[in-house]
């Protein structure tokens, strides 16, 4: 059977997403689970946005609006850009696929990070493309090291800022000299899906670049606007590409209600604000728990931290399960002693942190 499988498919491997809640349920047979896994947002749908859901409910008889026409006008205002510098995708996963489907010629490779976002070396891969995974400096790109691995075959390169797992930066003077060093023929990718949770002075400004610089910036609705499960994203780049990838995307991949929550979401800025100082206070207050603890953490600009544990990181994060808290081991990157959570409501933090010490104090 195997034989009539493409012949590379053993190099992929397969995304591992963070376990939902009633899976959880089941499995452990507990009711009460919290999940501090996906960087999902706490406070869950935007009150505007459900509306907006309700509202469209009769319309999904029909194809949803392939061009996204009153979305895109709503960010592009927002953005102080043109329509024509935005694509919508699928989440921002899909449009991923669509960079690497638009711009890699047979044989061209990609170039990102090890411990990144994994989509980018799945996603390559799936399409029959080649990845080079550059190891990260104290727990940050090393920008030089990626630069000095470009080649003749790099057409794409792959930069998550804030990064997903550690929660660490690309500051604007990095990132600026970067974009110069970089030959002209070569792509760079700029995943801003945190981009909300930042509170740093020097975070790069992309989007003023993108009409310059061969440079596309990728935001999301997953994170801080709450829509993960409805799945959209963008990608935001000078009209030359944004119209190539026009042509790549499926004529459909945005559906209506998708469509018309992140049109409400992106005019509620009281549910943003909130989200926003939430994640921002409730980092803080799990540095100073940590601490307390004697916990080594990667100071984060995301709605997650890394953390250092003493015991084997699955081996807790089973622990956590069994006690109804879902957050993720990091052994897909190599990474035993590291483990991640996702900043929660107040109380789902007060509850991870409580369980946490207890199943530490057990191990001793
Ligand atoms: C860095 C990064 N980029 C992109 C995504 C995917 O986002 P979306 O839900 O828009 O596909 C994630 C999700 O975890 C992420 O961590």
């Not at 009281?270 to 100071?299: C, D, G, H, S, W």
Request: with cysteine; proline share 4%; glycine share 4%.
């Amino acid at each position: 059977m195997k034989e009539i499988l493409r012949k590379d498919i053993d190099r992929i491997n397969a995304y591992v997403p963070g376990k939902p809640i009633d899976l959880v349920q089941r499995e452990m047979g507990i009711k009460k689970v919290i999940k501090l896994a996906s960087n999902e947002n706490p406070f869950g749908v935007s009150p505007k946005a459900k509306k907006a859901i309700q509202k469209s409910l009769n319309e999904v008889f029909r194809y949803p609006d392939g061009s996204c026409y009153y979305l895109k006008n709503t960010l592009a205002k927002k953005l102080r850009l043109s329509p024509d510098n935005i694509l919508f995708g699928n989440g921002s996963d899909e449009i991923i696929d669509i960079i690497i489907k638009t711009f890699l010629n047979a044989g061209e490779e990609v170039l990102t990070s090890q411990t990144t976002f994994v989509e980018y070396e799945i996603i390559a891969k799936a399409n029959g493309f080649r990845e080079n995974c550059i190891p990260l400096k104290n727990f940050r790109y090393d920008l030089d090291a990626i630069k000095n691995n470009i080649n003749e075959k790099t057409k794409v390169i792959f930069i998550a800022n804030p990064n997903n797992p550690t929660g660490t930066y690309v500051n604007e003077n990095e990132l600026s000299k970067f974009i110069k060093e970089v030959p002209k023929d070569k792509l760079i990718v700029v995943d801003e899906a945190y981009w909300d949770f930042t509170d740093v002075d020097d975070f790069p400004g992309t989007i003023d670049k993108i009409n310059s610089e061969n440079l596309i910036v990728l935001r999301t609705f997953s994170k801080a606007y709450g829509l993960a499960g409805l799945r959209i994203g963008y990608a935001v780049a000078n009209s030359t590409f944004i119209k190539a990838m026009e042509k790549i995307r499926q004529p459909f991949n945005v559906n209506t209600l998708a469509q018309r929550a992140a049109q409400a979401v992106l005019n509620d800025d009281k549910f943003l604000e909130k989200t926003r100082k939430l994640i921002i206070a409730e980092r803080k207050k799990i540095y100073q728990e940590f601490k307390k603890m004697n916990i080594e953490y990667v100071p984060s600009q995301a709605n997650f931290i890394m953390f250092k544990t003493e015991m084997d990181g699955l081996a807790l994060c089973k622990q956590l399960l069994k006690k109804g808290i879902i957050i993720r081991d990091l052994k897909q990157y190599g990474l035993e002693n590291f483990v991640r959570v996702t900043i929660g409501k107040p109380w789902e933090n007060k509850l991870f942190i409580r369980t946490l010490k207890k199943i530490l104090k057990e191990e001793k």
